[in-house]
Nanobody, 128 residues
Framework: QVHVVESGGGLVQAGGSLRVSCAASGRTFSKYGMGWFRQAPGKEREFVAA????????YYADSVKGRFTISRDNAKNTVYLQMNYLKPEDTAVYFCAAADSTYYSGSALRGSGAYGYWGQGTQVTVSS
């Protein structure tokens, strides 16, 4: 079992920045690929970014590429999503998730089906 908890959401003006964090506990954090997904009201959950267990590979949705950066600190069991140049359309609940790297790696981390453990989410609201 891996337990993940998101933090750092909030309200920010368009063009601003925000960093959300995801703290993991339980089994060895470094065994897990980590991902961020988001869900806006009335829309399906969508992939935002993912990072391999080592941090050596990262993946981004086209809509956030160049603006968002995912990173991880395995010593702190934490993954981060730095969000810059935020837009109102980035408003959503952001979810952190963990994928067992024994079974899922590479581009498979773009799919929600790779993730067995999910957090409760943190709200990010971008005002225009």
């Amino acid at each position: 079992q891996v337990h993940v908890v998101e933090s750092g959401g909030g309200l920010v003006q368009a063009g601003g920045s925000l960093r959300v964090s995801c703290a993991a506990s339980g089994r060895t954090f470094s065994k897990y690929g980590m991902g961020w997904f988001r869900q806006a009201p009335g829309k399906e959950r969508e992939f935002v970014a993912a990072i391999s267990w080592s941090g050596g590979s990262t993946y981004y949705a086209d809509s956030v590429k160049g603006r968002f950066t995912i990173s991880r600190d395995n010593a702190k069991n934490t993954v981060y999503l730095q969000m810059n140049y935020l837009k109102p359309e980035d408003t959503a609940v952001y979810f952190c998730a963990a994928a067992d790297s024994t079974y899922y790696s590479g581009s498979a981390l773009r799919g929600s089906g790779a993730y067995g453990y999910w957090g409760q989410g943190t709200q990010v609201t971008v005002s225009s």
